[in-house]
Each structure stands twice: as structure tokens, then as C-alpha cells.
């Protein structure tokens, strides 16, 4: 009867994320930033559906559209219900270059669910800080142009805004969608 029982409740608990759990090692979400828009704007306003949270920069020639091409690729993967439940903020670390427009032309080439925050330094050494991210910017060339360097990692949270999972580029698609579906079911 002892076995049957243990089967029983082992069968009974959630299965494991497949991306790295992050559940109670990061701070809830909390910002107070700009939007692709121009307006200011705070995490609450972004509470009630599942969010992820990526930094990194529209002039950035490889991370940044490669991870949200593949974030927009997973989320078309879901159904329409779960997609819709998904909110991606792209928070540029180079506010120098990014304004609202340049912001919201970027986050619009992926989809409606993606958009474009940013802030002055203060705001994202804050933001950064708080989720032990590290941004940096490298030397001007003769035309002003830079790089930025910046983390790959996407941090996914609930609809109430507790940090759930961290994503890297190494995790293969098939467990981000299904962490994501996931998410956006009340996980």
C-alpha cells in the first residue's frame, strides 16, 4: 500500500521546467523604464500575462535578432490562446542610439507581442543589477559607430510577475516551447 501511495503522489507533482528553473532565485519583475512609444512606463503595466524579459540593442548584429527571431519562432509554435498569453520586453542597454522609433521599428519586424523599453542609465544599471545581468560598451570607431556587449540569457516570468525560468540560446526549441505553453497556462 506505501508503494502505491508514493507512485501515486510522485505522479501527482508538477514535471520539472525543461529550461533552467529560476523560481525563487530572482526578484519578482520591477521597472521603471520607457516604452517604444515614449511614454513612461513600470512593470505593473505588464502584469497578467507571461513575460520575457531580454536585453540588448537594435544595432546589435547577431544575439539579439537571432534570440528574438527564435522567441517569435516558439511562441507561433503554441496555440493562438498560449501565444497570446506571451509578452516579449526588449529592453535596450544602448538608449544613445535607441529611441522610441528606432525601438518600436525593430520590436515590430517580430511580432505584436514583442516591445521596446529602454531608460536612462541610471534606470538600466538598476534593472540590470537587480537580474545580475552586465552590459558594456565598446570603443567608438572613426563614424561613432560601437559595440554593446550584453547577455543572450531570456528571463521568462508568470503573469503575476515572478521570475519562472531562465533561457539560453543552448536550450533546444522544442523544451522552450513547451516551458513556454507551460508559462502561459499559470505555471
Given at each position: 500500500?506505501a ?12 514535471p520539472?521546467?525543461?529550461t ?5 532565485l ?11 512609444n515614449?511614454k513612461?512606463?513600470?512593470?505593473d503595466?505588464?502584469l497578467?500575462k507571461?513575460?520575457?524579459l531580454f ?6 548584429p547577431?544575439?539579439?535578432p ?10 507561433q ?6 501565444r497570446?498569453?506571451?509578452q516579449?520586453?526588449f529592453?535596450?542597454v544602448d ?22 523599453l529602454?531608460g ?15 552590459y ?9 559607430n ?6 543572450s540569457?531570456v528571463f ?7 521570475a ?5 540560446d543552448s536550450?533546444?526549441?522544442e ?10 497556462s499559470?505555471?
Amino acid at each position: 500500500m506505501a508503494l502505491f501511495v508514493t507512485l501515486w503522489l510522485a505522479g501527482c507533482s508538477e514535471p520539472p521546467w525543461q529550461t533552467k528553473d529560476i523560481s525563487g532565485l530572482m526578484p519578482p519583475l520591477a521597472f521603471e523604464l520607457v516604452d517604444e512609444n515614449g511614454k513612461d512606463v513600470n512593470a505593473d503595466q505588464f502584469l497578467g500575462k507571461s513575460t520575457l524579459l531580454f536585453f540588448g540593442f537594435t544595432h546589435c548584429p547577431d544575439v539579439c535578432p537571432t534570440t528574438l527571431a527564435r522567441l517569435d519562432a516558439a511562441t507561433q509554435r503554441m496555440d493562438e490562446a498560449a501565444r497570446d498569453d506571451i509578452q516579449v520586453l526588449f529592453v535596450s542597454v544602448d538608449p544613445r542610439r535607441d529611441d522610441a522609433e528606432a525601438l518600436r521599428e525593430y520590436t515590430d519586424a517580430f511580432g505584436p507581442q514583442f516591445i521596446g523599453l529602454t531608460g536612462d542609465k541610471a534606470a538600466l544599471d538598476e534593472l540590470t543589477r537587480r537580474y545580475r545581468v552586465t552590459y558594456g560598451y565598446g570603443e567608438e570607431d572613426s563614424e561613432g559607430n560601437y559595440d554593446v556587449s550584453h547577455s543572450s540569457a531570456v528571463f521568462a516570468f508568470n503573469d503575476q510577475g515572478e521570475a519562472r525560468l531562465l533561457i539560453r540560446d543552448s536550450d533546444p526549441m522544442e523544451a522552450v516551447v513547451a516551458d513556454l505553453e507551460r508559462l502561459a497556462s499559470g505555471a
